[in-house]
């Protein structure tokens, strides 16, 4: 099993960073990719961004491109999500998901973290 725990959520105004980081732990070997997602209040969840193995390519949704940046340190076992510029519509759970290839949708991962709660406020 592989366990992921995210960490680095918090209040915020408009315009602030925050960076999120997860950490995996247990049998890390078969994951390949790494992603965020967020969900809303009375939302879906939504593809946030996503990193492969060796953090050479990344993904991005629409709405967070220019602003988000995935990394990932293979040495730590984690995964971060800078978040610049932050809106209110940016408010959501953000939850660290991990599987063996990367996935740009909301589902499909195969191991999920229990979510950071970001709120930003205008």
């Known amino acids: 099993q592989v366990q992921l725990v995210e960490s680095g959520g918090g209040l915020v105004q408009a315009g602030d960073s925050l960076r999120l980081s997860c950490e995996?732990?247990?049998?890390?070997?078969?994951?390949?990719?790494?992603?965020w997602i967020r969900q809303a209040p009375g939302k879906e969840r939504e593809f946030?961004?996503?990193?492969?193995?060796?953090?050479?390519?990344?993904?991005?949704?629409?709405?967070?491109?220019?602003?988000?940046?995935?990394?990932?340190?293979?040495?730590?076992?984690?995964?971060?999500?800078?978040?610049?510029?932050?809106?209110p519509e940016d408010t959501a759970v953000y939850y660290c998901a991990g599987g063996r290839t990367v996935q740009v949708t909301s589902y499909g991962y195969d191991y999920w973290g229990q979510g950071t709660q970001v709120t930003v406020s205008s």
Do not use: C, E, H, P
Not at 68 to 86: C, E, G, H, P
């Open 24 to 35: 995996a732990s247990g049998r890390t070997f078969g994951v390949n990719a790494m992603g």
């Open 48 to 87: 946030v961004a996503a990193v492969t193995r060796s953090g050479g390519d990344t993904y991005y949704a629409d709405s967070v491109k220019g602003r988000f940046t995935i990394s990932r340190d293979n040495a730590k076992n984690t995964v971060y999500l800078q978040m610049n510029s932050l809106k």
